[in-house]
């Protein structure tokens, strides 16, 4: 059981979970509502979604000989022969139908749009890395994280909690896209000698490595930018604490980190959206209790 949670790639789940979170709190802002058993639903469907495109991953890369079992990343499943990919993909599988089973509850409160955006979901899920032309094998893997782990993520749970959309929503989603497509550009930058020999060109060998760096450091910076003007409910200067990781992972890129050493900056990249997340929720309670106590916000 333990080697399956690994398979599925726990620390992930922030990716899909954290910008679920910060959707909810908008909403509420905006609302002063909470609809407790739909974002319960809607982070259940979010983190299926992810593990199902984790475990697909797995399989696929295994075969097409991208991942090996001397890969720089954290170990996956099928190349260090703890399943077989026919194994990980049936688990895959499972995966995207409990999140579709989930998505037919929400249709229910969210009608069409929410049906239409859980389908593409789960189909991206699938074609990151399988089909003719794999997102994950391309340039515009950066953009699919951005559309998915951002936007979609963010203004869908919010349109699930409101039954509508806002400017709010769409600009903290981008927000919260940038750092999850972060995490991306690390993970190819790491890769960039191996995925050029499996016949990935990724948007970071688009780029190149040094103009690589700054798009990293741009996807860490800009988020903090668009919350602090991006006219959302509450205060959003506590982002601004977030800054001094920001600068410490942007050095690590620009200092010649490479290889295996990669690895903590993935991770920490990751947190880096967390901690957005957190630290505007913050700054939404401190707002409301200033409201509450002085009656202005």
Not at 268 to 294: C, D, E, H, P, R
């Amino acid at each position: 059981m333990a080697r399956w949670v690994q398979a599925g790639r726990p620390r992930t789940l922030l990716l899909a979970v954290a910008p679920v979170l910060a959707g909810v709190m908008l909403a509420v802002a905006d609302s002063g509502q909470l609809a407790f058993f739909t974002a319960l639903g809607t982070l259940l469907a979010a983190a299926g979604i992810q593990v199902g495109t984790n475990l697909h991953n797995d399989a696929v890369d295994f075969e097409r000989g991208t991942d090996t079992a001397d890969r720089l990343g954290p170990p996956r499943a099928s190349a260090q022969g703890w399943f077989t990919p026919a194994q990980v993909r049936r688990a895959a599988h499972a995966a995207f139908l409990a999140s579709f089973v989930l998505g037919l509850l929400l249709v229910l409160r969210g009608g069409l749009p929410i049906l239409l955006l859980g389908l593409t979901a789960i189909a991206a899920g699938y074609a990151y890395t399988s089909g003719p032309r794999p997102i994950a094998y391309g340039p515009l893997g950066e953009t699919f994280v951005l559309a998915f782990f951002g936007i979609a993520a963010v203004a869908g749970t919010y349109y699930l909690q409101t039954l509508s959309l806002s400017a709010g929503a769409i600009t903290l989603g981008i927000a919260l896209g940038m750092p999850a497509a972060a995490v991306l550009t690390v993970n190819n930058y790491r890769d960039f000698d191996t995925d050029r020999v499996a016949g990935r060109r990724t948007l970071c060998h688009v780029l190149g490595r040094p103009a690589a760096r700054y798009l990293y450091a741009g996807m860490l910076l800009l988020p903090v930018v668009l919350i602090l003007f991006g006219g959302l409910p509450g205060f959003s200067w506590p982002v601004l604490l977030a800054l001094p990781l920001a600068w410490s992972l942007i050095r690590s890129l620009f200092s010649g980190t490479q290889g295996t050493a990669l690895n903590p900056v993935l991770g920490k990249t990751a947190q880096y959206q967390v901690w957005l997340v957190l630290l505007y929720g913050i700054g939404l309670l401190m707002s409301a209790l200033v409201n509450a106590l002085f009656g202005h916000g």
